[in-house]
């Protein structure tokens, strides 16, 4: 009599043990299931206000992109675009209140890839401070009396022909590391002519 009781405790323990791991597990599966859709139709809502007037480049700062966007889920968030990884984040009130941890990845690609067509003259239309990159806006801000050297000039012709000051004074405007494909074959070459 003992013995059926303990295995029908055992058995009844060992059911109940399964059945809340089963329930527990469905459960944290519909979460991130609702986590995850509430994080794609944000994103949804953002791609499509690209383009509009509910998106405004702020500022650029290396290779962070910073715009304003006003949607109707977050109301109006700042939006990181981090250029090198081609990833985002939202802002609101300095406290991040969505990454893209849970979104689909093909929706922050298509996201990514909107803003770069869409602001692509905004984000180039930079200057470098101090090794920095800082959009033109933002410095003239600061101080509108600077003529500031580009970060991204336009690139030069082939059939430029540069003199050694023309090169100098590029590397004195924005550092030898931002100097054209071109600037730095000229360069180059100019330095195999000296030996």
């Known amino acids: 009599m003992i013995t059926v009781f303990l295995s029908g405790f055992l058995f009844g323990f060992l059911f109940g043990g399964l059945t809340l791991t089963g329930l527990l597990k469905i459960t944290a599966f ?18 499509s206000l690209i383009g509009t007037n509910s998106v405004k480049f702020l500022s650029r700062y290396n290779d962070s992109v910073t715009f304003r966007v006003a949607t109707k889920t977050k109301g109006k968030v ?47 239309d930079c200057v470098i401070i101090m090794g920095n990159i800082i959009d033109r806006k933002t410095m003239e801000r600061i101080n509108p009396n600077i003529n500031f050297a580009p970060a991204f000039p336009e690139e030069v012709s082939e059939e430029t022909d540069f003199t050694i000051d023309d090169i100098l004074d590029r590397i004195n405007q924005v550092g030898i590391d931002n ?11 100019y330095q195999k002519d000296q030996k």
Request: contains cysteine; proline residues 0%; glycine residues 2%.
């Open 78 to 124: 700042d939006m990181i675009f981090f250029l090198d990884k081609k990833d985002l984040c939202l802002f609101k009130k300095g406290d991040c209140v969505l990454s893209t941890q849970y979104a689909d990845k093909n929706i922050i690609d298509g996201i990514c890839q909107k803003l770069e067509d869409s602001f692509s003259k905004d984000m180039k």
């Open 179 to 189: 100097l054209t494909d071109v600037e730095k074959k000229f360069l180059e070459q």
């Open 30 to 47: 519909l979460q991130l299931k609702k986590l995850q859709d509430e994080y794609n139709s944000t994103y949804n809502e953002i791609i």
